[in-house]
T-cell receptor, first 110, second 116 residues
Framework: GQQVMQIPQYQHVQEGEDFTTYCNSS?????IQWYKQRPGGHPVFLIQ?????EVKKQKRLTFQFGEAKKNSSLHITATQTTDVGTYFC??????????FGKGTRLSVIA | SAVISQKPSRDICQRGTSLTIQCQVD?????MFWYRQQPGQSLTLIAT?????????ESGFVIDKFPISRPNLTFSTLTVSNMSPEDSSIYLC?????????????FGPGTRLTVL
């Protein structure tokens, strides 16, 4: 079945450094979504990408959807301590609305 | 967006007992979902709960173990039956939210379950 792979599993950065997490699917996705989960919190929707090659920005966050619609990335510019958390990508699989990647846990050292 | 509440927020239960988790939404939604998340792990979908029909379970999850009710468009329950320590996890409900071209999910705060 479709797998949604995410790398890296962990990332430790100094405050002010950039951060990128990558998501890859074994099959073409109709859309991909990104969620952020703060420590002790619940997943919070960030964005949905639908179009091939789509790029969306939210302040310091840049999201990309690959041309083949099989991969995606989330890039954070100049990380801040408020960026700490786990970032999940998720995409639909058959009749399952969302299959989540394993997530990338971001730590920011002040 | 939708505001979702869950009860209880956490519980400690004995092996062999059952716990029912409630999920309440502040607006009517068609699709509700129940997930399980082991600490530090990803989310795994247990089942999809649609009002007026039987829940649809994912592979590895069965109705006898995780019965679900969906009596109306704002409420659902998940029961974890005959619990064992392996059921210790965070259980999250979510709702489908469609706005324009976006079809996303909003999550409740979760129920942290510990089985002794």
């Amino acid at each position: 079945g479709q797998q949604v792979m995410q790398i890296p599993q962990y990332q430790h950065v100094q405050e002010g450094e950039d951060f990128t997490t990558y998501c890859n699917s074994s099959t073409t996705l109709s859309n991909i979504q990104w969620y952020k989960q703060r420590p002790g919190g619940h997943p919070v929707f960030l964005i949905q990408l639908v179009k091939s090659g789509e790029v969306k920005k939210q302040k310091r966050l840049t999201f990309q959807f690959g041309e083949a619609k099989k991969n995606s990335s989330l890039h954070i510019t100049a990380t801040q301590t408020t960026d700490v958390g786990t970032y999940f990508c998720a995409g639909p699989r058959g009749n399952t609305p969302l299959v989540f990647g394993k997530g990338t846990r971001l730590s920011v050292i002040a | 967006s939708a505001v979702i509440s869950q009860k209880p927020s956490r519980d400690i239960c004995q092996r062999g007992t059952s716990l029912t988790i409630q999920c309440q939404v502040d607006s009517q939604v068609t699709m509700m979902f129940w997930y399980r998340q082991q600490p530090g792990q990803s989310l795994t979908l247990i089942a999809t709960a649609n009002q007026g029909s039987e829940a649809t379970y994912e592979s590895g999850f069965v109705i006898d173990k995780f019965p679900i009710s969906r009596p109306n468009l704002t409420f659902s329950t998940l029961t974890v039956s005959n619990m064992s320590p392996e059921d210790s996890s965070i259980y999250l409900c979510s709702v489908e939210w469609i706005k324009g071209y976006e079809d996303t999910q909003y999550f409740g705060p979760g129920t942290r379950l510990t089985v002794l």
